[in-house]
């Protein structure tokens, strides 16, 4: 079956340090990969998005993620941290096709120190 | 634009009750989805619609019934609220144009079925 999974449920950066978030998925196909932002009592936003060409992708606020098809990866990156990321992340998947449904992993709360 | 929006932002509801959330875009996009965001499971596809005058199921439909009469608009009901029921709502849009679409989403409609 196909599923996005993000194993960290909450991680604690320092103000200034890097980040990655983990993203795995299990697809029969290369998938489409998003990641979304959501700060607290809002909707999601879209940092940014894989769906072909180059594995290294950039979104807003800084961040990049790199798609890796042999560790079934789409790990998200930022090299500086601001208190402002503070936020839940979440890694989702589709496989295109005629109704473009996503599979949502179950989140990473980011906690950032001063 | 407005984008997507979402009405109520916040509801309580008696076990048994009924409710509809209404959910509105104004970018003509052809795809809309409902969600529902509960602690450490991520969103869950309810239900879906790819036009107007169509819906589907998606991985959580139990309980909601949902209408999409006009293009901008898709309605989910509840008929019979449970305290299962109790979750974070999320609209959201595509245009359908393409597989691999973004998803723009609303800010959500908190419920609290008691």
């Known amino acids: 079956a196909q599923s996005v999974t993000q194993p960290d449920i909450h991680i604690t950066v320092s103000e200034g340090a890097s980040l990655e978030l983990r993203c795995n998925y299990s697809y029969g196909a290369t998938p489409y990969l998003f990641w979304y932002v959501q700060s607290p009592g809002q909707g999601l936003q879209l940092l940014l998005k894989?769906?072909?060409?180059?594995?290294l992708v950039q979104g807003i606020k800084g961040f990049e993620a790199e798609f890796k098809r042999s560790q079934s990866s789409f790990n998200l990156r930022k090299p500086s941290v601001h208190w402002s990321d503070a936020a839940e992340y979440f890694c989702?998947?589709?496989?295109?096709?005629?109704?473009?449904?996503?599979?949502f992993g179950t989140g990473t709360l980011l906690a950032v120190q001063p | 634009n407005a984008g997507v929006t979402q009405t109520p932002k916040f509801r309580v509801l008696k076990t048994g009750q009924s409710m509809t959330l209404l959910c509105a875009q104004d970018?003509?996009?052809?795809?809309m989805y409902w969600y529902r965001q509960d602690p450490g499971m991520g969103l869950r596809l309810i239900h879906y619609s790819v036009g107007e005058g169509t819906t589907a199921k998606g991985e959580v439909p139990d309980g909601y019934n949902v209408s999409r009469l006009k293009k901008q608009n898709f309605l989910l009901g509840l008929e019979s609220a449970a305290p299962s029921q109790t979750s974070v709502y999320f609209c959201?849009?595509?245009?359908?144009?393409?597989?691999?679409?973004?998803?723009?989403f609303g800010p959500g409609t908190r419920l609290l079925v008691l």
């Open positions: 989702a998947g589709g496989n295109g096709g005629a109704t473009n449904k996503l599979i």
């Open positions: 970018m003509n996009h052809e795809y």
């Open positions: 894989y769906f072909s060409g180059d594995t």
């Open positions: 959201a849009s595509s245009s359908g144009l393409h597989s691999q679409e973004t998803q723009y």
